[in-house]
């Protein structure tokens, strides 16, 4: 499977899961009888798996194609240690956007009604919240964001232990990408990070270099 592919079955699962969140707590909302904290909890539990495994998989595709470059890899780089780091990451990462989302949800949805709503103008006023639009959105910028994560984690583990210098490059997923990401499509440490902007799927192209000018 190709490194797209993969990171499309990624997004569309942490979709489906926050899509299955949002539909909990849409139904409790109509209810009347909403509960956010449990809310929370189902939202950082699917981000925190999600982006554990995402995390740690984009740090073993660096870790074999450094493996492959003259510079070398470093076989010490494990699976089961690339899992504690995602774990590591993801559970922090998980726990704050999913609060986010919550609030974003909570105070949206109680922004968004008139006075005096009618039960008609609550359902689509709700609905509008949790739309499979708004969980793909999240699910693309969070993946490309742990593939991010997991791949600078690595890189600098490659530096440390092979004492070169790490440097990337800019490269945009495809010709759909937008025109400020084409901007900077093979340009060297732009100084920002993918995701640029929601729905990002840009990535890093990741180079040893030897150190110059060391003190
Ligand atoms: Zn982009």
Not at 101 to 108: C, E, K, S, Y
Request: charged share 20%.
């Amino acid at each position: 499977m190709s490194l797209l592919a993969d990171r499309f079955n990624r997004e569309s699962e942490l979709a489906a899961a926050l899509l299955a969140a949002f539909a909990r707590l849409r139904a409790d909302l109509l209810a009347g009888k909403p509960d956010f904290f449990g809310f929370a909890s189902d939202v950082t539990a699917a981000l925190r798996n999600s982006l554990a495994a995402t995390f740690a998989a984009a740090g073993g595709w660096l870790a074999v194609e450094m493996a492959g470059t003259p510079t070398g890899g470093d076989g010490r780089i494990t699976e089961a240690m690339l899992r504690t780091r995602g774990e590591a990451y993801a559970a922090g990462v998980a726990a704050a956007l999913a609060m986010k989302i919550a609030n974003d949800v909570r105070f949206g949805s109680a922004t968004m009604l008139p006075i005096g709503a009618t039960d008609a103008q609550r359902q689509s006023s709700t609905a509008q919240l949790f739309t499979p639009a708004r969980a793909q959105s999240i699910a693309i910028t969070e993946t490309t964001r742990a593939i991010s994560a997991g791949e600078d984690d690595v890189a600098a583990l490659i530096a440390v232990a092979t004492q070169l210098a790490v440097t990337w490059f800019w490269e945009i997923e495809d010709e759909r990408a937008c025109d400020l990401c084409k901007e900077l499509d093979g340009s060297e440490r732009p100084g920002v990070q993918p995701p640029r902007h929601p729905g990002c799927r840009c990535r890093k192209r990741y180079a040893m270099k030897a150190l110059s000018g060391r003190i």
